[in-house]
């Protein structure tokens, strides 16, 4: 009789220093002023959310996915669009132009506003993004072609890591990020599953080494050391 072994993956307990930020940053702050417009305030939230737990810099790159990569006018009047189709019905068109207006003037300021490359420290990061951090860099030092997979709930969150570990200082890894398929809205993307599939596909073959997954269920996920 054959028996076929199945190596359970270790485990291991990670305590890091409780993060309590007691100011927001400076330009959430400022966005703070536009909190009142219906798509702004959402990701006030999520950006308020992401000062907690995972340190200043990750906060305000929420607002950066907003202006970046030449996104500007596109988010801004799918903005519009939304404020429109929740406001219109309601409200009327002088408070809905407003908001409108109020929204476009959040637009500049963040145009205007220079987002800062990340500095690996607990100046920019929470302890435990930090420590996070220190241990993929352990692993990809030690072994560079290593694989690592970090499962989070949040598509903000994994857009974030992903952002944060593509401007790492670590030279063997190669940062990847696998979304969910749902319809982009706010600053979102979206992702369809032929996306997903070359994602999957890169990282089975090493081109991807370390990947940003929201995804839990319905996905073979294959090898990963970390």
Known sequence: MLRHTVHRPEEEAVYYLRHDPTAPTPLNQAMELFGSV???????????????????????????FLVQDGEAEKNAARMEREIEAKLGATRSTTWTNLQIQRMREAFEHLKGHLFEEPEFNETHLSPKVMELYIRLESAFRRTPDEKGIVFVRERYTARVLYELFRRSRIPSLRAGILLGS????????GVSYRQQMRTMLEFRQGVINCLVSALYRGWKFYRAGI
């Open 182 to 189: 749902r319809k982009a809205e706010h600053a979102d993307v």
């Open 38 to 64: 219906p798509p702004l305030s959402d990701l006030l939230r999520h950006a308020k959310q992401a000062h907690r737990q995972l340190g200043p810099w990750c906060s305000d790159q929420i607002w950066a």
